[in-house]
Structures are given as C-alpha cells and as structure tokens.
C-alpha cells in the first residue's frame, strides 16, 4: 500500500493518468456522446470562387429553361454578398455558352428587379419572351428566407442526452482504474515496485569524426529548420500570374529568390489557357537558375510541345500530391503539389489547369 501511495505521488503518474481519463471523458462521453456537434451542408456562398461561378451558371442555365421567379430569387441570394462579383466574372466560356445572350440577359434582371437588396420586385415588362434568351417574367419575385439551412450547425432541437454513451464512460473508466490498481497492487506485492530507468547521457563526436560521404551534407540539411516556406495558387483568370519570394538567411542577408509563373499556354482567347507553369530558384552563389516545367497532362502526351519547353527548363509531368527538388550551389528547394484541379472546355481533356497549389519549402545546403 505504501508502493501505491508513492506512485500517485509522482507528477508522471498523476498526468497519465489524467490523461487517459480525461481523453475518455472529453472524447467519448461529451464529444461522442451527449453534446456531438452537428453541421449541415455548407451554403453556395461558403464554396471557393470556382465553384461559385459554376453554381451561378447553372443557375442561369436552369432560369433560361424553367423561368421561376421565386425559385431564382432564393438560388440568387444563396450567394450572399458575393454575387454581384460572381456575375461580374462570368463569361461564356466559363459556363459553356455559346453567346453573352443568356448572362447579359441575366445582368439586366438583376440590376432591374434589385434582386441584391432582396426587396419586393415588380412584373418585368421590359424583357419580352421573343427579345430575351432568358424568356418573359410572369409575377413578382417575393424572397424569403432560404430553408436549406447551409451552413449552420443544427440547433432547432436541444440536444438529448443519450443514457448509452453515459453507460459506456463509466464501463470504460472502471475498465481503465481497475487494470491501473491490479498492475500496481501486483508489482507491490512482488516487491518489484516501478522502475525508472536512468537518463542516457550521449556525449557529441567531434566533428571531424562526422564527416562522411557527400550525401551526409544533404541529410543533414533536409532535417534542419527551413530558411522559409511558401504557398502560392494559380487560379484560371490571373493572366499575369507570377509569384516570386525572396529568401534570406536567419541573419537576414540575401541569399536568393525563387517563384512559379506561366510558362505555356493553348488555344485563343481569354481568359488565358494554362498548360505549363515554370518553377525557378536562383542562387546568388550559382551562375545558373535552375528551372522545372510542370506539364498537364496533354502537354506531356504532345512530343512537340514538350521537346519546345525543354529550352526552359526540365519538364515534369504534375500530379496532385506529387513533390519534387531542385538544388543550386548553396540551396535546395522541394515543392509539394497541394491541389491540382484542371479545367473544362472545348479543348482536349486535362490539358489546361482551372486551379494549381504549390507549397515551397527552402533550405540552406
């Protein structure tokens, strides 16, 4: 009894086993069991831009077939604050139009009827079924508030607690202190008691002990903290995208740069068709940029663009969650695929990007 006393004395034991019970409690008996949190679907303002602009084209596209009024009204203000700069964004390439007929047609609706200000909205007149694409309005728009309750966490009913969850707590909490007392009161009675095994003091190689292949430089660089670390997106629409980061040592003095920009693009028209992004890290102790060609996949299937990029730099075809490095004089880079999302058209499948995510990370060699 003395050897369980002298356990519950020491600070390692108590927190273990404050850490099991309170794992136990938190986790199952509140988290899982009587007050789980419930969510439901996000609302179409809550989806990245991307898919905003589809939700609103498809809107459009459902309006021009089945002109509901009060069914546009809700869809329309669905996208809360940031539908005005939704339809701004549109084109028809975006949503697979032939013409602006269906999108201006749109426009007007929307700057007549007030739909942003959600108020009452007259008959439209103007707009007759044989001089619009989007056909004649019969009625008023009337908004109300939407009922698909996006967004929100579910809190029409209090929670009920659950006799179950609560059973399965205390089963496990008994479980758990009476496997902890049996191990203890068996140790004491054997005379074992618990030992604590002494602290292994390692003692440093000189450094001319470490030196060994040329390799060993690389590893040990790689598990150092990195001189920085990057996130850059390209999104279809930036035509000027070109992100570049400085890097810079702990100290602050210059030591390079690196960044991703366009390095091909397909097609006619805007927005630009992007079928290559270029990834570059210069070294102010190197002659020579290095560089690397990220490929879709129809670039890397086309022998003749891919042997035209080869004067840029290595080409790579991209993969989401893929990684590769690059290393200079002085710095080594590894960049992460992220997200990689590619865009639809009329042009050949996966052959231009919609959405690509890098992450960056630089170290000194």
């Known amino acids: 009894m003395d050897k369980l006393n002298e356990f519950f004395k020491k600070p390692i034991s108590m927190g273990a086993i404050g850490l099991v019970v309170g794992l136990v409690v938190g986790l199952v008996g509140l988290g899982w069991g009587l007050w789980p949190l419930q969510w439901t679907d996000a609302a179409p303002s809550d989806l990245q831009m991307d898919y905003q602009r589809d939700y609103l084209c498809m809107t459009i596209d459902s309006f021009s077939r089945n002109p509901n009024a009060d069914l546009l009204a809700i869809r329309w203000m669905g996208l809360g604050e940031n539908a005005q700069s939704v339809l701004n964004s549109l084109t028809p390439a975006a949503c697979r139009f032939e013409t602006t007929d269906e999108i201006d047609a749109f426009r007007e609706i929307v700057a007549l009827q007030a739909l942003a200000e959600g108020v009452a909205l007259e008959p439209l007149e103007i707009l007759e079924a044989e001089e619009s694409p989007m056909g004649a309005m019969e009625g008023t728009f009337t908004y109300e ?49 618990i030992k604590i095994s002494a602290p292994k003091i390692v003692i440093p190689k000189k450094a001319e002990e470490s030196k060994g292949t040329p390799n060993a430089a690389f590893k040990t ?49 805007e927005p630009k068709k992007v079928t290559a992004l270029e990834v570059w890290l210069f070294d102010k102790n190197d002659i020579q940029t290095v560089t690397k060609v990220l490929l879709s996949e129809h670039a890397n299937n086309d022998p003749a663009l891919r042997q035209r990029l080869l004067s840029k730099g290595e080409p790579i075809l991209v993969d989401p969650g893929m990684k ?19 865009a639809r058209g009329p042009l050949p499948e996966n052959s231009y990007f919609s959405r690509l995510t890098l992450e960056i990370t630089v170290w000194s060699k």
Not at 249 to 265: D, H, Q, R
């Open 324 to 342: 590769f490095l690059m290393e200079t004089e002085t710095l080594q880079l590894e960049a992460r695929v992220v997200d990689m999302v590619y």
């Open 145 to 193: 508030e939407p009922t698909y309750g996006m967004g929100n966490i579910a809190a029409e009913e209090p929670a009920k607690i659950s006799i179950l969850p609560l059973a399965i707590l205390i089963l496990l909490t008994l479980v758990v202190g009476g496997v902890l007392i049996f191990v203890i009161l068996k140790r004491a009675k054997s005379g074992e008691g």
């Open 221 to 269: 660089a790689a598990k150092e903290s990195p001189l920085a670390q990057f996130m850059t997106t390209y999104r279809q629409g930036d035509d000027l995208y070109d992100d570049s980061f400085s890097v810079d040592s702990i100290n602050g003095e210059f030591l390079g740069e690196c960044g991703v920009g366009i390095a091909e693009t397909i097609g006619v028209g």
